[in-house]
């Protein structure tokens, strides 16, 4: 609330730990066309509340206006895995509930409602960030109202070495170029660099929305492809659009050049790679393929198979999955086995990424992001980056652990939970308050 009233934003602070009426007050403020963002909390007795007749539809119809909207929605840690941390007991608790202690207000809801209330907020897609402690609630919901203010609009951390990087660089120069000189949009592109990473953000004007971005970048990707198969048809366009004969004349030369040129580099890249995983993986393999044999030829197929070939260069921006996380087809006929086979995909995975200087744990993270991401795998991806990346701003790594934290706490029953708990005592140890 501090930072609000700093920055001069109008609020209005709602219970929920209230009755029905009030619940439905709170849905139109959600659903208002002046409302910039939400920051909202759940406790366990708001779990309960949700569940029971009174409230339940109206409890839908405010997650469903929660997600149409920019938001967060904070959930102590022990209400997303049913478990309630107390901490170092003080000496005088010898029982099993500790003094003070209120189970309705600061323990799990019961088991069956929390599942009930998550499979909901996961159905409507609300965005679940995770907390622990008082501090970090508020470092977050900082963060949170100053990129509303400035209008972030797209964020993203590119890590150093990963497969495609310089070209999605130059990409996102054209498009903050497209923006502005094209279609007059008033955008701001900031960010910074470390010695691991790039971190790329796009802040707008009150009048753009990130739903907005996403379609300025759709009409963008379609005005590239013109620029090189019918230059004509893209002169037509921003004659439409009101551009000048010259300023259009010069945007197409030039953005069919560049993209001729991103062709070029996405292919130069793709197979320099290629070449520098099948030398590497030579010289690991020496002792266990014989060169005379057809072996190292089976390895050429299959790298060629699990490196991606990008179509087009708006899909430097995606993140790199291999074909062996994309494909439903068969692994590639080889002789090696299967014991090198995983090598292969592991060593392959790490040169896509530029993770050669994460740790088990990071990778597993990373490839459990390719399989269970989604829609979230470029975030999830840039999250983890962010949190080995000791020299990135402090306020972000907060929020990629949590963001990391979420993703896990949703893994439960999808993957080995053993293997879930280290990697939860792992991020858990990157970053504190």
């Given amino acids: 609330m501090s930072k609000l009233k700093t920055a001069g934003i109008y609020y209005q602070h709602k219970m929920l730990e209230s009755g029905v009426e009030n619940w439905r007050t709170i849905t139109g403020f959600i659903t208002s066309p002046n409302l910039i963002g939400v920051i909202a909390k759940l406790t366990s007795r708001n779990f309960e509340l949700m569940v029971q007749p009174d409230y339940e539809s109206t409890a839908k119809q405010m997650l469903e206006s929660l997600a149409a909207t920019e938001h967060l929605l904070f959930i102590h840690e022990s209400g997303l895995s049913g478990e309630y941390d107390y901490g170092s007991p003080p000496p005088e608790w010898d029982g099993d509930t500790p003094p003070q202690y209120n189970p309705r207000r600061f323990g799990p809801p019961s088991e069956k409602t929390r599942r ?28 949170f109202v100053e990129d ?41 592109e900031d960010g910074y660099s470390t010695g691991r990473g790039q971190v790329y953000e796009f802040f707008g004007d009150d009048d753009i ?18 620029c090189v198969s019918t230059p004509d048809k893209a002169l037509d366009l921003l004659a439409r659009m009101g551009v000048a004969k010259e300023t259009a004349d010069d945007l197409v030369r030039r953005y069919g050049k560049e993209t001729k040129r991103l062709h070029l580099d996405i292919r130069h890249a793709r197979e320099a790679k290629l070449l520098s995983l099948q030398h590497r993986l030579e010289s690991e393999l020496v002792d266990v393929i014989d060169g005379d044999g057809p072996g190292y030829g089976d390895l050429a197929t299959l790298i060629d198979w699990l490196v991606p070939n990008v179509s087009s260069p708006q899909a430097a921006l995606d993140p790199p999955l291999t ?13 090696v086995n299967q014991q090198i086979i995983g090598s292969v995909e592991g060593m392959v995975l790490q040169e896509l990424h530029g993770s050669a200087e994460l740790g088990v744990e990071a990778k597993e993270l990373i490839r459990l992001i390719d399989q269970f991401g989604d829609k979230d795998v470029s975030s999830l991806q840039s999250a983890v980056y962010e949190l080995e990346d000791v020299d990135a701003r402090p306020a972000d790594r907060l929020s990629a ?26 991020v858990e140890s990157k970053v504190g308050l």
């Fill in 209 to 226: 929305s990130t739903a907005a971005l996403a379609d300025q970048f759709d009409d963008f990707s379609q005005f590239l492809d013109l």
């Fill in 148 to 188: 509303n203010e400035n209008n972030l609009l797209f964020r993203i951390y590119v890590p150093t070495g990963r497969i495609y990087a310089a070209e999605a660089d130059k990409l996102l120069s054209m498009f903050r170029d497209w923006l502005t000189k094209v279609k007059k949009l008033h955008i701001r």
């Fill in 401 to 426: 652990k949590q963001r990391l934290k979420g993703f896990l706490y949703k893994l439960s029953g999808k993957a080995e939970e053993t293997a879930l708990s280290v990697l939860q005592r792992y």
């Fill in 116 to 143: 009930k209330v998550l499979t909901q907020l996961e159905d409507y897609g609300v965005n679940v960030v995770p907390y622990r402690t008082n501090a970090e609630l508020a470092v977050l919901a900082a963060a």
């Fill in 323 to 335: 074909a062996a996380t994309t494909s439903k087809g068969e692994t590639p006929l080889v002789v």
